[in-house]
Every structure is written in C-alpha cells, then in structure tokens.
C-alpha cells in the first residue's frame, strides 16, 4: 500500500481529520509538523511514503528537505499569502473569496480529476499564476474575481487555485480542511487526482 505523508501546524492537524479520513482506505496516512532536514530522517522519509501534502507555511530549515522530496515525489502543496512556494510565481498571489464553491462543470482541467464530482468547495481562496507553464486543474467560475485593490486582475475561469507541473500540485485555497470534506466532493476530487499522477509511476 502506498504511504501519505501529511504535514500541517500542530495546531492545526485537528482540522485534517477528514482528510486522514478520504485516504486511509487507500494509502496508510501519518502525520508530522515538520519535515526533518537531518540526512538520517530524510531517507527515511523518502524510503517510507510516496505521496506528501504540505498544508503550512515551512520553516526556514524545512526549505532543503522539500527541495530534495520535490525531485522524486508526488507533493500536495497548499501555498498561502507571502508563504513558499515550490512553483515559482509570476505574481504574488491576488485574494478571490473566503469561501468559494467551485462547480466540476466550470473547470478546464482533465476530466479525469472531476469523475463523481460536483462541487469542489475552497476556503481563503487566492489566484495563483506560476512563472512557468503548468496544467491548469483547478479554475473560477463565472463570477470569480481576483482582484488587485479594487482593479479586477482576473476574472471566470481565468482565475486559477490549482495547478500542476509533472510530480508537484500546488493549490492557492485551502481545499484540505474538514468542512471542505464535508461539504462537497472534495475527496473524491483528491483521489481523482492522485490517481492520475500515479498513473505509470515507479517508485524506488
């Protein structure tokens, strides 16, 4: 069975309950609130888990190890406002809405990532726009605004909260938290997802 590695602020690992929950018929799921830089912890963790979610901001001594898992490993990535970013941005990243209901039919990515899903719900929702091309999978609706002070920067499905390049995802809205699981088809939408990125992936 393939191994989801999970790392949140602690005081915040509450909230990923549901998520624990979405994977752990799949994949074993474990915790941590950091990531260890020391060479030791590091194989380890690369020998033990295959699929990472980062959902804080990392500290400073975290940057390296990300860095190397990068490379070799599927990684979930939630970017906030002035955090890290594994994907250089263009752009900083431009407030859309505190809660946003994102409808399947909207979207432009594969539909593959969208099988049995309706609606896909994003808290603290930002437009994220990488400096480098990468798939867009997670998009606005119609009435989507980014906005700039009071200058709309994008709008509809020009306004981007997801997107993927190879190995790496990163989303610009938190879509990880227990009511987003609840709420909407959120888990159907990550393992749709996950998926996919695994599909003719070897792992060593």
């Known amino acids: 069975m393939l191994s989801v590695f999970i790392v949140a602020d602690p005081t915040q690992l509450h909230q990923y309950k549901e998520l624990e929950e979405c994977l752990i018929n799949d994949y074993h799921v474990e915790y941590s609130d950091k990531l260890s830089s020391e060479q030791s912890d590091l194989s380890k ?24 898992l990068l490379k070799s490993k599927i990684f979930i990535f939630f970017v906030r406002k002035d955090g890290f ?8 990243l431009l407030p859309v809405a505190d809660k946003i209901l994102l409808k399947a039919s909207a979207m432009k990515g594969k539909l593959e990532y969208f099988r049995g899903v309706d609606e896909i719900l994003a808290l603290n929702a930002y437009h994220i726009e990488p400096k480098d091309a990468c798939e867009v999978i997670l998009n606005g609706n119609r009435d989507s605004r980014a ?32 009511e987003c699981l609840k709420t909407a088809q959120n888990c159907r939408f990550f ?14």
Request: glycine share 6%.
């Open 147 to 178: 906005m700039l002070g009071d200058i709309v920067f994008r709008a509809g499905k020009n306004v981007v909260f997801g997107v993927r390049k190879n190995n790496i995802v990163a989303f610009s809205a938190d879509l990880f938290s227990n």
């Open 45 to 68: 963790l690369e020998f033990s888990h295959d699929i990472f979610f980062y959902l804080k901001i990392p500290e400073t001594n975290e940057i390296s190890a990300i860095s190397r």
């Open 85 to 92: 970013s594994p994907l250089p941005l263009k752009n900083e």
């Open 191 to 204: 393992k749709n997802l996950l998926s996919e990125m695994l599909t003719g992936v070897e792992f060593y």
